[in-house]
């Protein structure tokens, strides 16, 4: 076993989804293809569907486990390789909870009043947020340093809770003077233009909560699905701009061309180039063309793996096996730093 005091190995990358809803076009470009790509650079890859996160909202609970299935079989059906990647289930990993009650004691009050995502999620009525939203980026710092992780995959809109995850960890070696106990995590900053927004609304971005089904495309959704999506998403009645600088304040035809862009793998500024002048009744079916044939063997393993829920449930426990092995080291080690028993 890796001595967890003199760790300096390679590359460690944590991440995860929650399991809020069905993963969508969003998740996929703006996380997913990145996370496949840091598997295939060789680094250690940590991949969890955060179900302790998803409580911090009201949910069914009923459902919840074939939400987490569902997760993990999207992450695959992306390309996640369960026999690369760990994937599993947070709260199948008991160290998650128990270092993040402690960070919940390293982590000041005004640091998280600070947080503006619970700002954004607890709306107006603040007083009645679960105790749970407010304190989700510390459990979020936990899920990074109970692995030691190096790198985090991190969109925009969570680089204030990595900030916080640095500044926790290193309170936490401050305060029980234990310098280089846990590595300062770095950001893995996502491709510009990955920020996928609905396609119903130009200006909100693309969500698993969206009561609107039509506001995303679902990665479970059938080849028609995706082209009835496409045809009925928000535009305007101008043709495409023949050049980035002239596309002005128009989100929603920046949007569709940002996603053919993602999927094709080019820019939006060659996506222009090529068809530039034409109107969105030429543009809206080549885009589906292209998402249908990105998506559709997407769909398929999605569907060939939901369809086994034992599988989904073996290869869950196996991820959860490799996760302890790593967390259960550091956070008996934390344990005895800060002076409990057992
Ligand atoms: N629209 C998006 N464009 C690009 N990236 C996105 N991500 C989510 N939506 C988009 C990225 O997906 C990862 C996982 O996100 P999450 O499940 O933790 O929750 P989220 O960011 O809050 O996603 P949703 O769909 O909006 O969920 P709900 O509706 O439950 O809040 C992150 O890397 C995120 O950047």
Redesign the pocket.
Request: charged residues 20%; hydrophobic residues 30%.
């Given at each position: 076993m890796t001595d967890i005091q003199t760790y300096s190995g390679p590359q460690r990358i944590l991440?995860?989804?929650?399991p809020?809803?069905g993963?969508?076009l969003?998740?996929y470009?703006?996380?997913l293809v990145n996370w496949v790509k840091l598997q295939e650079s060789g680094a250690e890859c940590f991949y969890c569907v955060?179900d302790m996160?998803a409580i911090t909202m009201p949910h069914a609970a009923a459902e919840l486990p074939d939400k987490v299935r569902g997760a993990a079989a999207a992450y695959i059906a992306s390309g996640v390789d369960p026999e690369k990647s760990a994937v599993f289930a947070q709260s199948a990993v008991p160290a998650h909870a128990e270092l993040a009650w402690i960070f919940q004691c390293v982590a000041r009050l005004g640091w998280l009043e600070r947080m503006t995502q619970f700002k954004d999620?607890a709306g107006k009525d603040k007083e009645r947020a679960s105790v749970g939203l407010f304190t989700y980026p510390v459990l979020q710092a936990a899920d990074i340093l109970v692995y030691k992780a190096t790198h985090v995959?991190?969109?925009e809109?969570?680089k204030q809770h990595l900030e916080l995850s640095r500044d926790i960890a290193a309170r936490f070696m401050r305060d029980y003077d234990c310098e280089g106990f846990f590595p300062l995590p770095d950001p893995y900053i996502?491709g510009a233009g990955?920020?996928?927004?609905s396609l119903k609304d130009g200006s909100k971005?693309?969500?698993?909560?969206?009561p609107s089904d039509l506001s995303r495309i679902n990665l479970s959704d059938d080849a028609d699905t995706i082209a009835r999506k496409i045809k009925k998403a928000k535009t305007d009645p101008e043709p495409l701009p023949g050049s980035l600088e002239d596309m002005g304040d128009r989100p929603e035809a920046l949007n569709l061309v940002g996603i053919y862009a993602a999927l094709e793998g080019s820019t939006a500024e060659k996506v222009i180039s090529e068809f530039g002048g034409q109107g969105f009744g030429a543009f809206k079916p080549k885009l589906a063309e292209l998402a249908v044939e990105r998506l559709s063997p997407v769909a398929n393993e999605y569907a060939r793996l939901i369809a086994d829920p034992a599988e989904m449930d073996r290869i869950l426990t196996k991820g959860a096996e490799r996760a302890r092995a790593i967390a259960d080291p550091v956070i008996k080690e934390v344990k005895a730093r800060v002076g409990f028993w057992g």
């Open positions: 991440s995860g989804m929650q809020t809803g993963l969508h969003g998740n470009l703006g996380a955060v996160h999620k995959p991190v969109g809109d969570q996502q990955t920020r996928i927004m971005k693309m969500s698993k909560s969206d």
